[in-house]
């Protein structure tokens, strides 16, 4: 009976959508940035370097993404890894960065999931839950389309 019990209990936690652990970065401006600020919202999660060639191709489209949704429905989080604040800072001006920018660490990482090649990309539905996970380069049209699929 309870062998019965612990599977079923075991097959229901696998059945429900995976919830994120809750997160709080502080951004380049001192804001803290939580998952659960953007209840309603879709949040993308972006790990990137300054040093990272795919990372630099992909951000053009992230800043599209992020001006034409942030008003109404999914944000942009971008945590850079292995660069100093002031490097961080230097890029963003350069590159006219417009979502919220952290600099982060791979622990911090930790608080979304692993992060193992850059860039790395989690994307989180407007109730919270982790939907998506990608290594390697994203482009705004592969986001909206996953989003419009949802």
Not at 27 to 40: A, E, M, P, T
Not at 107 to 132: H, M, R, W
Request: proline content about 5%.
């Amino acid at each position: 009976m309870r062998l019965r019990l612990l599977v079923s209990a075991l097959a229901l936690c696998l059945a429900l959508p995976a919830l994120a652990a809750p997160f709080a970065f502080t951004d380049l401006k001192g804001k803290v940035q939580r998952l659960s600020d953007y209840k309603g919202k879709w949040v993308l999660v972006n790990f990137w370097a300054t040093w990272c060639p795919p990372c630099l191709e992909e951000i053009p489209d992230l800043v599209e993404l992020h001006e034409a949704h942030k008003r109404k429905d999914l944000v942009v989080i971008g945590v850079a890894l292995d660069s100093t604040e002031k490097s961080v800072r230097q890029f963003v001006t350069r590159f006219s960065i417009s979502y919220p920018v952290v600099v982060g660490d791979y622990d911090q990482a930790a608080q979304v999931g692993e992060v193992n090649v850059l860039p790395t990309s989690y994307l989180f539905n407007p109730d919270g839950e982790l939907v998506s996970y990608q290594e390697g380069l994203l482009t705004r049209s592969s986001v909206e389309t996953y989003i419009k699929s949802r």
